[in-house]
């Protein structure tokens, strides 16, 4: 009692000299076979920030016409994808990329389907609210009216406070991206039926078929854990106990319009921002985590399942052939293609679906809070 006193004493005298009050410290909710990920210094988690992030990510007035969010494209469902091959933004013009996963972004060392530059949440997210190639949140030139509009909400006023009380709660769009940020660093999802039948010692948690799927899956004939391995199923990776990242990026020969491996020319991939012609094609290898609820799949949502994923592009060296050219001579060495029979792309889809987290795609945490809100006040 006598502690909780003089701490909330010297919270008291820390505000009225104006230094940070102490924060609750950050807490992971994380299974003991996870490392933690890797946080930047400069943004720390803390519970006040995330809960701020959380009410702006589900905030429509991020947008010119206060029509989306960032949910609108993010939603947790489907594992905070769309549903769409391509997304419209705030003036329906759709661009040439499919919304992505969200599920354990804070262990991503790149971000987006090409982009090697592209490292920080903090930044990435400029790209949907001010970029206009193509127009998303359309939010370029009217950063005042953004801040404007949050200040007249006194909920903001009070979460911006309690979330940087070294910054007196000034609404910038350094706090705005930090707390943002800090909510999708939240967004884990580790509870799926494979992880309990792995980790959790549930023999039972997965079905037989299931786990010949994780047979193939890991085989040499099928050769998809080489890029979509590892905790994340992703061969993109960093965490706390990692000294260096892992970054890679593939050419799945999904397209060979000229018989030389080319990509429709406004999609092609890392040669968009390198120019390297070694570039061509070349995207992220995906987390497959909640991957049954994500489709339809690839980075323009060509591919409508995932029995067509595995059928008509990985066993047939890539989907040039099923357009009848010829294999992508740029393809990776291990897009190889593979015989498969009915019964075993049954098994391996089984194996994906058994990477479906339920608990993730419903948990009231990541939810819109402000459903709840307009639900809990008559
Ligand atoms: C109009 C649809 C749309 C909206 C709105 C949108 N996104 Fe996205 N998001 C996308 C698309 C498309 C991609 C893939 C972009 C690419 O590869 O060029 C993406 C990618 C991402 C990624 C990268 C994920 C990964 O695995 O690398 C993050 C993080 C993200 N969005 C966060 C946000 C946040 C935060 C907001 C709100 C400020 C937002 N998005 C608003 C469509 C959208
Ligand atoms: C050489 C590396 C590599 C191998 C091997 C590989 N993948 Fe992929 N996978 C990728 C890349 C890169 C993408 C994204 C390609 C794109 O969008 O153009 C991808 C995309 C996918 C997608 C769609 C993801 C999404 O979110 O849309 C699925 C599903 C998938 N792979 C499953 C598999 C399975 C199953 C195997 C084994 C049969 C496999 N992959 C083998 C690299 C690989």
Not at 93 to 101: T, Y
Not at 225 to 240: E, I, K, L, M, P
Not at 310 to 327: D, E, S
């Amino acid at each position: 009692m006598a502690y909780r006193c003089i701490a909330v004493a010297l919270t008291v005298v820390a505000l009225w000299i104006g230094l940070p009050a102490a924060a609750e410290p950050y807490v992971w909710d994380l299974p003991p076979w996870v490392p933690e990920p890797v946080v930047p210094a400069d943004n720390p988690m803390s519970f006040a920030k995330v809960e701020l992030g959380r009410y702006l990510f589900y905030d429509r007035r991020l947008s010119a016409n206060q029509s989306l969010s960032c949910a609108s494209c993010h939603q947790q469902a489907l594992g905070f994808t769309d549903g769409k091959a391509r997304s419209p933004g705030v003036d329906g013009e759709v661009g040439v990329r499919s919304a992505m996963a969200l599920a354990n972004v804070a262990y991503l060392p790149v971000l987006t389907w090409a982009n090697p530059a592209q490292r920080r949440l903090e930044t990435q997210m400029l790209v949907p609210l001010f970029g206009d190639n193509p127009v998303e949140l359309g939010m370029m030139g009217k950063e005042p009216e953004l801040f404007q509009r949050l200040a007249v909400d006194p909920l903001y006023r009070r979460l911006f406070r309690r979330a940087f009380p070294e910054q007196q709660g000034r609404i910038t769009l350094a706090t705005v991206a930090r707390a943002i940020a800090c909510f999708e660093r939240t967004l884990l999802s580790f509870n799926s039926p494979y992880d309990r039948y792995k980790h959790g010692g549930d023999a039972d948690a997965i079905s037989e078929s299931a786990k010949r799927g994780e047979d193939l899956f890991y085989g040499e004939r099928l050769e998809c854990s080489h890029c979509h391995g590892g905790f994340n199923f992703t061969d993109n990776v960093q965490h706390a106990k990692m000294r260096f990242p892992e970054v890679a990026f593939h050419n799945t020969g999904l397209y060979n319009v000229d018989g030389r491996g080319a990509y429709p020319p406004d999609n092609p991939g890392v040669r968009a921002v390198t120019a390297d012609a070694d570039d061509e094609g070349k995207f992220r290898a995906p987390s497959l985590r909640n991957i049954a609820v994500t489709a339809p799949y690839m980075h323009d949502g060509s591919i409508a399942t995932l029995e067509d994923v595995i059928r008509h592009h990985y066993a047939l060296k890539g989907l040039a052939v099923f357009n009848g050219a010829q294999p992508s001579p740029l393809r990776d060495q291990f897009i190889e293609g593979f015989d498969i029979s009915d019964d075993e792309v049954a098994d391996l889809v089984g194996f994906l679906t058994s990477l479906t987290d339920d608990r993730f795609l419903k948990d009231p945490r990541f939810a819109d809070p402000w459903d709840t809100r307009r639900s809990s006040t008559p």
